[in-house]
């Protein structure tokens, strides 16, 4: 059985830890809460660590003399420098970082879609961009899962996004006892996960492990990181996943009856409509990886990315669009 390492993940803290919002309150968050087991939350509020207080008056992000600034319109007071600071010095206090889930829409946390205003007064937002510290972590983590809670309300979006963060800590493990053993079981358990991600880079990573021996294992894990990081920063294509479903079909395909093949394909049919999540056929799938002992395919992480736990098939229908 694979093991799955406990992803280090930083969490907005008015997400259901503390009521820090400016209104005092906070917003629980189901799949918050869900994750919490299979993770170490690191909490942040960047407004209160920097003095705001509780409650508050709120910010917002004003564009004016071609740069945008982090203001309290109430007080005319401008954080955007001590915001900027305090960002500075809480990622250089951490240690190991694998994900971050931070509060949408907000001028300091959101990723996206933040509004953006011509002024102080009473006026309609001009624009949309990222957070002062979700916009930081954009730049800083690239390649790393980075989300909102409403996005994460989506069930392809949430699948991704566990996906990444348990395969990015499990990559992060191999760092730390680095061995050439340890690569060539990392390349050959996610062997379907990349094929379905992207096979042009998959390719390029078993070459890399192909012809290590010739290199030093620091320069190799450099070298594979970067295509790696690369290959999971794009959510694979719907018709990538259907490939290799059908491909884990093939193992199984003189052992199921033909109702039972009927019946998967019909499956792959309504997760090829977008009715049902990618978790549901590969649930089926593990079903015969179970029933017929495949240990090959036991081992392959694409049929278990993340705990089965964590599989949750409710979608609210927002966030489509990707990231
Ligand atoms: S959105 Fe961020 S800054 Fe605002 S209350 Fe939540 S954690 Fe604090």
Sequence with gaps: MLRLAKPEVVVSRCLGFESCRYNAQMIPNKFVEKLEKFVNYRTV?????????????PIRMVFRSNETRLVQPLTGVDVTERLLEFTESFFAGLERVDGFILKSASPTCGIKDVKVYPGEGKVASSGRDSGFFGGTVLERYCGLPIEDEGRLSNFTIREHFLTILFTVTRFRDLSINLTRKGLVDFQSDNKLLFMSYNQNEMRIMGRIIGKMDSRGI????????????????????????????????????NYISSSEKRFFLETLERYRDGKIPLSVPLYILRSYIVAFDSEYLARQTFFQPYPAELIEITDSGKGRSGK
């Design 218 to 253: 620091e320069e190799v894990y450099s070298d594979y990181s970067s295509h790696f990081y690369k290959m999971m920063s794009t959510p694979p294509k719907h018709t990538s996943h259907i490939n290799v479903l059908m491909h884990g079909l093939g193992y199984f395909s």
């Design 45 to 57: 509020c960047p407004e209160y660590d920097i003095g705001l207080g509780v409650p508050r008056a």
